[in-house]
Antibody, heavy 117, light 113 residues
Framework: EVKLQQSGDELVRPGASVKMSCKAS????????MHWVKQSPGQGLEWIGT????????SYNQKFKGKATLTADKSSNTAYMELSRLTSEDSAVYYC??????????WGQGTLVTVSS | DIVMTQSPSSLAVSAGETVTINCKSS????????????LAWYQQKPGQSPKLLIY???TRESGVPDRFIGSGSGTDFTLTISSVQAEDLANYYC?????????FGAGTKLELK
């Protein structure tokens, strides 16, 4: 069974950074790309970017370049996303999602990030 | 970026009704090489992650009931739910994966009348 287990909710100060994780199980981690999606009340669902763990190649939505950094650790089957210089606009639920045939076939449970002083 | 426009934004239905959700893309999602439309539909229930229902515009994901039907081509797509059940009350999103950045519609909230 494919499972994506995301790290816990975060409360962070404006201007700080946060790094969240997505631990994959039930499949060969390097066989599939991992995507990250933002869900906020005002903006709906937004694709942040993707990482291909096999070759450590990333592709970002231009909107999130400089904001999000995607990495993957093949030894632990874990994908990471770091968000920097956080503002209230970054408060949202962030999902990791494994690709299959180009679509987001499997989703993590989401990590809620709240940016507040 | 490809803009995805969904309608209606909300829909109140009674159990057993058939509903239609529309999704229009700002450019064609038809890929000439594979002759496929790169359009997916997701269902999201309150407090849950989105769930893939349909891909390639009309192919049901494994385990999805056959009352969920995707159709359309090019720029105009439809998700039809026949004989709506209480468990179908959720938000529905279309998404294009023809080109990056992948983009979603704003969603359609299916509510009980």
């Amino acid at each position: 069974e494919v499972k994506l287990q995301q790290s816990g909710d975060e409360l962070v100060r404006p201007g700080a950074s946060v790094k969240m994780s997505c631990k994959a199980s039930g499949y060969t981690f390097t066989d599939y790309a991992m995507h990250w999606v933002k869900q906020s009340p005002g903006q709906g669902l937004e694709w942040i970017g993707t990482i291909i763990p096999l070759i450590d190649t990333t592709s970002y939505n231009q909107k999130f370049k400089g904001k999000a950094t995607l990495t993957a650790d093949k030894s632990s089957n874990t994908a990471y996303m770091e968000l920097s210089r956080l503002t209230s606009e970054d408060s949202a639920v962030y999902y990791c999602a494994r690709e299959s045939l180009g679509v987001f076939a499997y989703w993590g449970q989401g990590t809620l990030v709240t940016v507040s002083s | 970026d490809i803009v995805m426009t969904q309608s209606p934004s909300s829909l109140a239905v009674s159990a057993g009704e058939t509903v239609t959700i529309n999704c229009k893309s700002s450019q064609s999602l038809f890929g000439s090489v594979r002759q496929k439309n790169y359009l997916a539909w997701y269902q999201q229930k309150p407090g849950q992650s989105p769930k893939l229902l349909i891909y390639l515009a009309s192919t049901r994901e494994s385990g999805v009931p056959d009352r969920f039907i995707g159709s359309g081509s090019g720029t105009d797509f439809t998700l039809t739910i026949s004989s709506v059940q209480a468990e179908d009350l959720a938000n529905y999103y279309c998404q294009q994966y023809y080109d990056t950045p992948y983009t979603f519609g704003a969603g359609t909230k299916l509510e009980l009348k």
